[in-house]
């Protein structure tokens, strides 16, 4: 018996940014970038936790300065949860800590304001773990 192919689930991307005009602007730009890709997003880290609980999340896409969990603790505990997604922490805040510690989690950094460029080549990163991590 042979397997019919079926076509790869949509990729859910999730942004969370405690500023909804920057939550807006990354949201525009995944569109342009992505119009095949589904888009969820969450003010806060709990927010968050509860929508990556409630469906399965491919890609995150996290603000640092938040109240309570700031992105980093976030992409802690989606990590643990899923070691292959592809996560950003994106953060005006450009300190060699705060990319550091990104790193550590196998987390990209992206400064603020997001632009189209940055987030294409994260994306492109993205789809290319996706893929593998998708493969048999």
């Known amino acids: 018996m042979s397997q019919t192919p079926t076509a790869p689930a949509p990729v859910t991307v999730l942004v969370v940014d405690d500023s909804k005009l920057a939550r807006a602007v990354a949201l525009r730009l995944l569109r342009q970038l992505r119009p095949d890709w589904s888009l969820r997003e969450a003010a806060n880290a709990d927010e968050a936790l509860a929508v990556a609980g409630a469906e399965p999340v491919d890609v995150a896409l996290l603000d640092f300065n938040m109240?309570?969990?700031?992105?980093?603790a976030l992409a802690e505990e989606l990590r643990a949860a899923k070691a292959d997604m592809p996560i950003a922490v994106i953060s005006a805040n450009i300190q060699d800590e705060v990319i550091a510690r990104a790193r550590q989690l196998d987390a990209t950094f992206m400064a603020k304001p997001l632009n189209g460029e940055a987030l294409a080549g994260?994306?492109?990163?993205?789809?290319?773990?996706?893929?593998?991590?998708?493969?048999p």
């Not at 994260?122 to 493969?135: E, H, I, N, T």
């Open 67 to 72: 109240p309570g969990k700031d992105g980093l």
């Open 122 to 135: 994260f994306l492109a990163g993205a789809s290319l773990r996706l893929r593998r991590s998708a493969a």
